[in-house]
């Protein structure tokens, strides 16, 4: 069975400032797929970013960017310029290669401050 | 488009009580999802369905959980009877194929069950 685990309960950063979230995982599969996925207080879960793992380049959308390494077994979050709006429960999850079976982490709670 | 809805959105009951709790998938989604998610936790599947059939109910504890997607559109999920535990917020999803490689998640805004 897959597992992810996030490490940060909790994150705070300063407005317009850059922040990196942390999240591991665990499996024996060749071929999977990560995301990341941000719950705003009392509002719905939204996809953030998503990554194949057989695709060597990390994912980006606009402020958000992933470091993945493949080897360790590490699928980081970078936000820059952090928004007021940011400030959320982040997830990660991992896919299996069928990409269903989502799992995900315990999360992490991000503060942006003004 | 109308996203995936939820009701109620909260609701308090006493232990050895039963539940309700309703999704409607966005339209043309044929897989849907049921999550459960205890405070400070990430959401853990409860039941996924692929039109009006079970793909994974594994972690469904079956002897007071149950739901059904009839028609293959919108979900119950029923909770009987009741257990302090299983406190939580009721999270329904949806995507278009069950393939997350290719599509999004769309998560509803959740029902939250306090049990007392």
């Known amino acids: 069975a897959q597992t992810v685990t996030q490490s940060q309960p909790e994150m705070s950063v300063q407005e317009a400032e850059t922040v990196t979230l942390s999240c591991t995982y665990d499996?024996?599969?060749?071929?999977?797929?990560l995301f990341w996925y941000k719950q705003p207080p009392s509002r719905q879960m939204i996809l953030v970013i998503r990554q194949e793992a057989y695709k060597q380049q990390n994912a980006t959308e606009n402020r958000f960017s992933v470091n993945f390494q493949k080897a360790a077994k590490s699928f980081s979050l970078k936000i820059s310029d952090s928004q007021l709006g940011d400030t959320a429960m982040y997830f990660c999850?991992?896919?299996?290669?069928?990409?269903?079976?989502?799992?995900f982490g315990g999360g992490t709670r991000l503060m942006v401050k003004p | 488009e109308a996203g995936v809805a939820q009701s109620p959105r909260y609701k308090i009951i006493e232990k050895r009580q039963s539940v309700a709790f309703w999704c409607n998938p966005i339209?043309?989604?044929?897989?849907l999802y049921w999550y459960q998610q205890i405070l400070g936790q990430g959401p853990k599947l409860l039941i996924q369905?692929?039109?009006?059939?079970?793909?994974?109910d594994s972690q469904l504890p079956k002897d007071r959980f149950s739901a059904e997607r009839l028609k293959g559109v919108d979900s119950t999920l029923k909770i009987q009877p009741a257990k302090l535990e299983d406190s939580a917020v009721y999270l329904c999803?949806?995507?278009?194929?069950?393939?997350?490689?290719?599509?999004?998640?769309?998560f509803g805004e959740g029902s939250r069950l306090t049990v007392l």
């Open positions: 499996t024996s599969e060749s071929n999977y797929y």
């Open positions: 999803a949806s995507s278009f194929s069950g393939r997350l490689n290719t599509g999004e998640l769309f």
């Open positions: 369905f692929q039109n009006n059939g079970v793909v994974d």
């Open positions: 999850a991992f896919a299996n290669n069928a990409g269903n079976m989502l799992t």
């Open positions: 339209s043309g989604h044929a897989t």
